[in-house]
């Protein structure tokens, strides 16, 4: 399958993605029933960045443009981990070697196991060569390199499974934002966004804000009003209620809309429901102790601005490890 098939056949699961047969509709109730947190809304809303942001031909021209990619790459075959914290958060995985012209084996998350297989599917459909492109699996074993994402602990699993091959191995990631206290209400709108979308779960989303002394945290609270919803969804709830209890034993200060916590805390990681806060006097200073932070995937207000946390665009890698690098140097 030659470079120009393989950008065919995207553009050709772009217009899939946007047509919504009923089919597609079906398989997307389907992965919200068996994952609580794969709500409708964000099932919705990461389609949508894939189709924006991954899929353009134009821009997958120009990305690949920029690599080592001929008709005549020897495949290798690319054994890929996918988390499930967020709906086919592995899509640009799996897009990074398909258009490398790689093969790959993909073992999805028990989580997130029903939307990115169907979309596979299709496209065996169209192209009976995807069948030797894209397979599934249970177990990797006789791969030629590796692809894993997850947690710090399985992280030393999979770097000692994987020693002996080439591998991206991807740790517990969050992000930041650093406010200055002169933010609009739209600008404050948008990163209530970077917070919430996806109930908080992915890598991209804020998790830890820092914010100048004497800083009015009013108008960011009315700003997680669109949000307020979520105390509707029992499993948010749940996580909320016991994150309110720990504050009140501990007799600990916070700050809440009734369906989101702020509390002061030194981590940048912070549970469902509750957003981390610290205060900076210089910024200069608070810059110069978060460089090369490895825990940091992007900082809002610096990095990215807001609202963009969970628009990632091909070039956006994962880790700041550049996927496709990776893959044609194999």
């Given at each position: 399958?030659?470079?120009?098939?393989?950008?065919?056949?995207?553009?050709?699961?772009?217009?899939?993605?946007i047509?919504?047969s009923?089919?597609?509709?079906?398989v997307?109730?389907?992965?919200?029933?068996?994952?609580?947190?794969?709500?409708?809304?964000?099932?919705e809303?990461s389609?949508?960045?894939?189709?924006?942001?991954?899929?353009?031909?134009?821009?997958?021209m120009?990305?690949?443009?920029?690599?080592?990619?001929?008709?005549?790459?020897?495949?290798?075959?690319?054994?890929?981990?996918?988390?499930g914290?967020?709906?086919?958060?592995?899509?640009?995985?799996?897009?990074?070697?398909f258009?490398?012209?790689?093969?790959?084996?993909?073992?999805?998350?028990e989580?997130?196991?029903?939307?990115?297989?169907?979309?596979?599917?299709?496209?065996?459909?169209?192209?009976?060569?995807?069948?030797?492109?894209?397979?599934?699996?249970?177990?990797?074993?006789?791969?030629?390199?590796?692809?894993?994402?997850g947690?710090n602990?399985?992280?030393?699993?999979?770097?000692?499974?994987?020693?002996?091959?080439?591998?991206?191995?991807?740790?517990?990631?969050?992000?930041?934002?650093i406010?200055?206290?002169?933010?609009?209400?739209?600008?404050?709108?948008?990163?209530?966004?970077?917070?919430?979308?996806?109930?908080?779960?992915?890598?991209?989303?804020?998790?830890?804000?820092?914010?100048?002394?004497?800083?009015?945290?009013?108008?960011?609270?009315?700003?997680?009003?669109?949000?307020?919803?979520?105390?509707?969804h029992?499993k948010?709830?749940?996580?909320?209620?016991?994150?309110?209890?720990i504050q009140?034993?501990?007799?600990?200060?916070?700050?809440?809309?009734?369906?989101t916590?702020?509390?002061?805390?030194?981590?940048?990681?912070?549970?469902?429901?509750?957003l981390?806060y610290?205060?900076?006097?210089?910024?200069e200073?608070?810059?110069?102790?978060?460089?090369?932070?490895?825990?940091?995937?992007?900082?809002?207000?610096?990095?990215?601005?807001?609202?963009?946390?969970?628009?990632?665009?091909l070039?956006?890698?994962?880790?700041?490890?550049?996927?496709?690098?990776?893959?044609?140097?194999?």
């Amino acid at each position: 399958m030659k470079l120009q098939n393989r950008i065919e056949i995207l553009h050709k699961l772009k217009e899939y993605l946007i047509t919504n047969s009923e089919e597609w509709q079906l398989v997307k109730s389907t992965a919200s029933l068996h994952n609580g947190w794969f709500t409708k809304e964000f099932i919705e809303l990461s389609v949508n960045n894939i189709v924006e942001h991954y899929l353009n031909e134009n821009d997958l021209m120009k990305w690949v443009s920029d690599y080592q990619i001929t008709d005549s790459t020897t495949p290798k075959n690319i054994g890929i981990v996918m988390a499930g914290n967020i709906p086919m958060v592995g899509f640009h995985d799996f897009l990074s070697v398909f258009i490398s012209g790689h093969y790959q084996t993909i073992k999805l998350s028990e989580k997130d196991n029903q939307l990115l297989k169907h979309l596979v599917q299709k496209m065996h459909d169209w192209d009976s060569k995807m069948k030797q492109y894209v397979q599934f699996a249970s177990l990797l074993k006789g791969c030629d390199a590796y692809i894993a994402t997850g947690s710090n602990n399985s992280a030393r699993y999979f770097e000692q499974y994987f020693a002996k091959y080439p591998s991206i191995i991807r740790k517990n990631r969050t992000s930041i934002a650093i406010i200055d206290g002169t933010e609009s209400n739209e600008k404050l709108e948008k990163l209530s966004d970077d917070i919430h979308v996806f109930f908080g779960l992915g890598c991209r989303n804020v998790t830890k804000i820092y914010v100048p002394e004497e800083y009015d945290f009013i108008p960011l609270l009315k700003s997680f009003h669109q949000y307020k919803y979520f105390s509707d969804h029992h499993k948010y709830k749940n996580n909320y209620d016991y994150n309110l209890s720990i504050q009140l034993m501990n007799n600990r200060y916070y700050m809440t809309n009734e369906s989101t916590l702020l509390v002061e805390n030194d981590s940048l990681f912070s549970p469902i429901s509750q957003l981390n806060y610290s205060f900076y006097n210089n910024k200069e200073t608070l810059l110069e102790n978060l460089k090369n932070h490895q825990e940091i995937q992007c900082i809002v207000g610096l990095d990215i601005t807001f609202g963009m946390a969970q628009q990632p665009g091909l070039i956006d890698y994962a880790d700041g490890i550049d996927t496709l690098n990776f893959l044609t140097k194999l």
